[in-house]
T-cell receptor, first 114, second 117 residues
Framework: NAGVIQTPRHKVTGKGQEATLWCEPISGHSAVFWYRQTIVQGLEFLTYFRNQAPIDDSGMPKERFSAQMPNQSHSTLKIQSTQPQDSAVYLC????????????FGKGTRLTVV | AQKVTQTQTSISVMEKTTVTMDCVYETQDSSYFLFWYKQTASGEIVFLIRQDSYKKENATVGHYSLNFQKPKSSIGLIITATQIEDSAVYFCAMREAITGNTGKLIFGLGTTLQVQP
């Protein structure tokens, strides 16, 4: 079990460019989450998929951010027209279908917008 | 709305002592799950221990245990016989089981623990 895999681990983009972050959840996990971590805001929930279907995107900024889960083995988080305030560590997590189980986090992608 | 508050920003203790980290939460649900996670210096976030709201007995895993006080909406993490490698940031988190049941975890801002030799 390789755990939740996130690529790339580090990404530097210029202001206004697009950034795509990738996540491979643990095999067999049907729930996939994206979080953003900053010093000021801490760990913020962004969005959640269950069995590939979007369930809750209440934490996603309404503009420029989008997430997809085209198959059970990967999810992407896309940020269009990146801004310096998008700089953060983006974390993907997954868990089993049972609601009381813990989530397992990937090692994150550190996005820096210059 | 659900909220998790960790009032202790940082704690420093001597090795082999016991430390307690505080966490209080807010929820409208009668059923919920509480978690503690640890983030190491490398940034990796690791699950430590869980308490289900309907369970009266405090959870224990290794040298981690919980002090669950439901009437006070409090879930403290107790680490006994602390080791240098316990130095990390500790996050408390909650997931509601009923309202919306989206499964998302809401985190506190974390407590930095430094264990001194």
């Amino acid at each position: 079990n390789a755990g939740v895999i996130q690529t790339p681990r580090h990404k530097v983009t210029g202001k206004g460019q697009e950034a795509t972050l990738w996540c491979e959840p643990i095999s067999g996990h049907s729930a996939v989450f994206w979080y953003r971590q900053t010093i000021v805001q801490g760990l913020e929930f962004l969005t959640y998929f269950r069995n590939q279907a979007p369930i809750d995107d209440s934490g996603m900024p309404k503009e420029r951010f989008s997430a997809q889960m085209p198959n059970q083995s990967h999810s992407t988080l896309k940020i269009q027209s990146t801004q310096p305030q998008d700089s953060a560590v983006y974390l993907c997590a997954s868990r089993e279908a049972r609601g009381n189980t813990e989530v397992f986090f990937g090692k994150g992608t550190r996005l820096t917008v210059v | 709305a659900q909220k998790v508050t960790q009032t202790q920003t940082s704690i420093s203790v001597m090795e082999k002592t016991t430390v307690t980290m505080d966490c209080v939460y807010e929820t409208q649900d009668s059923s919920y799950f509480l978690f503690w996670y640890k983030q190491t210096a490398s940034g990796e976030i690791v699950f430590l221990i869980r308490q289900d709201s309907y369970k009266k007995e405090n959870a224990t895993v290794g040298h981690y245990s919980l002090n669950f006080q439901k009437p006070k909406s409090s879930i403290g993490l107790i680490i006994t016989a602390t080791q240098i490698e316990d130095s990390a940031v500790y996050f408390c988190a909650m997931r509601e089981a009923i309202t919306g049941n989206t499964g998302k975890l809401i985190f506190g801002l974390g407590t930095t623990l430094q264990v001194q030799p």
